[in-house]
């Protein structure tokens, strides 16, 4: 049943041999890629025009020098990523540069940097998307978080269905929110053009006083719109061949895009002076300023809600192979590794839809609450790619290393500063929430690392002599909780495999040993049968002691082998109906170590019952 709805919502399993033809094409590609960058224009617009409102008219006429800083600082990181692709065709981005060329921590808090981007940006997202469809239905912000998460389900569907077809399903809004947004920046710079510039004479009166900290408090906000320019760099396998000549048409491209978005909504709206009214987004306002209040009004409002639901894309192509790459490093759990049935990284997909949407219900939906924990992450990264890239280049020192160089210096240059700004403006309003998780996940990371080397220092066979004698025999032991059919494979079984079987009967109440001993004795006189008392009604704990005792007894060495014949229903739910003791015991054995260090065997015998 479990194997039939998981196949009805993601799809059968595809052969590890498809996985070729899975890669994307660039059409695809920036649909898969771009929409957190393209999108950023909702809330880095929102945002911009919150920090300003409150210096009144003064201060929305700053939008617009802030809008083009943004848009140069874009170019300058653009330009930087699209050497990093080259530079770096296996994909990983920030993390792989940084570890590379600055040592593993460097690596390690881009890398944790890049994983808390990549959920933030799933929650500001998802929740702005909902914003954006509340304020043309305002009814719809009472239900803003089960709106939201429902979203979120969706996205998770279409990723975990696989590459392709999740960017087949992002294709239709992202380009129908781009064929949407630029026919109405064309047709408000036309109006733009007839009507002239208009003053903001609905602006709010000014509560506080235009000063640079509130400039660059609004500067700081308006920087989440560089938050998916990464998204490229760390995907680059997933572009058909040649990848990153692929990859670098795509940046390019999206970059275009996201600099004529934002410039050109950020500019209409201070130049045709649009006020937000309440529980309204700016560029509702905008939408409504220059198509009113009709069909196509709300089709832009629709596409906003399409595209900033599918921004969310943009981490699940990331964040699931930034944890593949740490997770083959040994810093994270190596299930992250692993392909699923779709060829995707699924174990990467759940986690990071499962973590979106916790954060999504602990801050109520609320986009504006969001933000401030999102560009510290960004940048950190950004900052660190960069100054590796320079590095990189350094050495390498091939054709035209010095202005490659040249251009990633800037670009960190750039970044720090953004970097610095970012996390003083924001630090007390949630920032600083994200600043102590970076150096967390990095501990995190170095803990697993140990684990896996302490694994492998255990299982390593190096110092052992290259022919290894032959084990003493198995000791083999039952536990019995009845004599029925079940138990006669068990036996069976276990005299095949040791000369030496002893049955273990728990009794939990007193007599019950001396009947058990009794039917056991007729089936199988020659198996040796021990009663263990149980005066607390405990069978999981004076099993256990039971072959600790005969451990110590024994010393010898041996391996010891449990066996556990098991029935099974033929219905999932009847497991429910009955104690699961094989379970218990099964556990309770698996994370024991005897108390002389000597291993233990646990077989599990099924007994497959045909009628439940």
Known sequence: MFNRIRDILIGPPLPTQQSAHEKLNKIRALAAFSPDALSSIAYANQEIYLGLVIAGAAGLSMAWPIGLVIVGLLMIVSLSYFQTLHGYPSGGGSYVVARSNLGTYPGLVAGAALLIDYILNVAVSVTAGV???????????????????????????????????????????????????????????????????????????????????LILHAFSTGCTALT??????????????????????????????????????????????????????????LARRLLGSGLAYYVIQATTLLILAVA???????????????????????QFNSLGDRLVFSNGILVLSVVSGILIVVFNGDTHALVPLFAIGAFLAFTLSQAGMVLHWWRERGRAWAVKAAINGVGALATASALLVVGISKFAQGAWITIIFIPLLVFIFLQIRVHYKKMAGELTLRGLPPSLKPAPPLRVVIPIFGVHRAMVDAVNFARSISNEVTAVYVELEPGAGDKMRATWEQWWPDVPMAVVPSPYRSIVGPLIKYLDETDEQRNDGRLSAVILPEFVPPHWWQNLLHNQTAWLLKAALLYRRSQRGYGRVIIDIPYHLKQG
């Open 131 to 213: 914003a954006a469809i509340a304020s043309a239905f305002p009814a719809l912000w009472t239900h803003k978080v089960m709106i939201a998460l429902a979203l979120l389900v969706v996205i998770t569907l279409a990723n975990l269905r696989g590459l392709r077809e999740a960017g087949t399903v992002m294709s239709i809004p992202v380009y129908l929110f781009l064929g949407t947004y630029l026919l109405m920046i064309v047709y408000g710079l036309i109006r733009l053009a007839v009507e002239g510039p208009s003053a903001a004479v609905s602006a709010p009166a000014a509560v506080q006083p235009l000063t640079i900290l």
């Open 228 to 285: 998916g320019i990464e998204s490229i760099s760390n995907g680059v396998p997933s572009f058909r061949p040649p990848a990153a000549k692929n990859a670098g048409r795509t940046l390019i491209a999206m970059a275009l895009l996201m600099g004529v978005l934002f410039l050109g909504s950020i500019g209409l709206t201070q130049f045709l002076g649009v006020v937000a009214g309440p529980q309204e987004t700016i560029l509702s306002a």
């Open 312 to 334: 969310a894309n943009t981490s699940f192509a990331g964040f699931p192979r930034v944890a593949a790459i740490l997770a083959e490093d040994g810093f994270l759990p190596r």
